[in-house]
């Protein structure tokens, strides 16, 4: 068995990643993590997040869910992030040690594989924007509870992107939740599976959430566009391999969306929707 960060292992696991590994993509997730910040924070602060806890983020991206455990537990505590995309997440704890967040460690790790979640047992185990792009979400789910010690929790938070749509509706949003679920759904994600946490809370044998959310968020076009453009360039390459469009339809697509901007800057765009699932175990 190969070593959780072998680049080989590391390669094979982001092949059917549908979003591109890129530096705007980078700055995409880091910005839609700060998008996010304030939902999750609310999570953490209604589970009760303690001082000198041991966390587990799985899937931690550009590390921004690590810096908000890290201010709960504390310099006593620890939060370790693992994450397939290893340049990202060393990028992520060399923040947050510069930061002077350095409870926080990172490890390239493949959350499907059969090696053991590193670390264990924690007081936390979180995961957002996870389960949405791995077709194993349920073995993924109960590897994830049993690294959970007693009396501590599963928190997990995904997207249900079904809702996304400007107000009235535009041809560009159409356009691009065409491709995007195309897109999503050729390598395996589930658009809505944010929605589906409770049932698949109940196949991974965990059991009924203890609470469930839901959050949204709404911006006018002036603003949203940034964040619809930077969707549709991560998955271009996947939308043209899939023939969802052409590089010269992607280009058409963004004099469109810059013209409805610009004769729309206050028309409203729902986000896609944040839920939220958490579960406490059992001493």
Same mark, same amino acid.
């Given at each position: ?7 080989? &292992? #590391?390669?094979?696991? &982001? ?28 999570? /953490?602060?209604?589970?009760? +997040? ?10 931690? @991206? ?14 006593? @505590? ?43 047992? /924690? ?8 389960? %949405? ?6 073995? +993924? ?10 009396? @501590? %929790?599963?928190?997990?938070?995904? %997207? ?21 679920? @195309?897109?999503?759904?050729? $390598?395996?994600?589930? +658009?809505? +599976? ?7 809370? $109940? ?11 839901? &959050? ?23 939308? #043209? ?11 058409? !697509? ?9 004769? /729309? ?5 729902? !986000? ?6 958490? *579960?406490? *175990?059992?001493?």
């Amino acid at each position: 068995m190969r070593a959780p960060g072998d680049a080989a &292992t #590391i390669a094979a696991m &982001t092949t059917d990643y549908a979003l591109a590994r890129s530096p705007g993509e980078y700055a995409r997730l880091r910005a839609q993590a700060r998008a996010w910040e304030p939902a999750t924070a609310r999570l /953490f602060d209604h589970i009760g +997040v303690p001082r000198g806890a041991r966390c587990l983020d799985a899937g931690c @991206g550009p590390g921004e869910t690590m810096r908000l455990l890290a201010q709960r537990v504390g310099p006593q @505590g620890h939060v370790l992030g693992l994450d397939v995309d290893a340049p990202l997440g060393t990028d992520a704890i060399n923040a947050l040690h510069a930061a002077g967040h350095r409870q926080t460690a990172f490890a390239p790790f493949d959350l499907t594989s059969d090696e053991p979640i590193p670390g264990g047992p /924690f007081d936390v185990v979180f995961a957002r924007l996870l389960l %949405y792009h791995l077709p194993q979400r349920i073995d +993924v789910l109960e590897r994830l509870w049993e690294a959970v010690a007693p009396n @501590g %929790y599963l928190a997990i938070q995904d %997207y249900d992107v079904r809702a996304c749509e400007a107000l009235p509706p535009l041809e560009t949003m159409d356009e691009l939740r065409r491709i995007a679920h @195309g897109a999503f759904e050729a $390598a395996g994600c589930d +658009v809505s +599976v944010g929605a589906r946490l409770p049932q698949l809370f $109940a196949r991974a044998r965990i059991g009924t959430p203890d609470g469930t959310d839901v &959050t949204g968020r709404l911006e006018p076009l002036k603003e949203a566009q940034r964040f619809l453009k930077s969707l549709h360039a991560g998955l271009l390459d996947r939308a #043209i391999a899939e023939d969802l469009t052409t590089a010269e339809d992607a280009a058409k !697509w963004r004099n469109a969306l810059n013209q409805e901007a610009a004769r /729309f800057p206050d028309r409203p765009v729902l !986000w896609p929707l944040m839920i939220s699932a958490w *579960k406490r *175990k059992p001493v």
